[in-house]
């Protein structure tokens, strides 16, 4: 059940639930936009590694 359906009731246990699972997607998406934007700003940078390089 999807909350634009009408037989969807807000007690406790879909508050709950409706709240970890934004949270969790909340904090995924936080962190891969992070990523995406740090990859962004490194290449533009020239900050990115480079083939001919060895450790």
Not at 14 to 25: D, Q, S
């Amino acid at each position: 059940m999807f909350p634009f359906n009408f037989e969807w009731i807000w007690d406790i246990s879909h508050l709950v639930f409706m709240g970890g699972l934004w949270y969790a997607l909340g904090i995924i998406g936080t962190g891969m936009g992070y990523c995406i934007i740090k990859t962004i700003s490194d290449t533009a940078q020239g900050k990115g590694a480079h083939h001919d390089e060895h450790h």
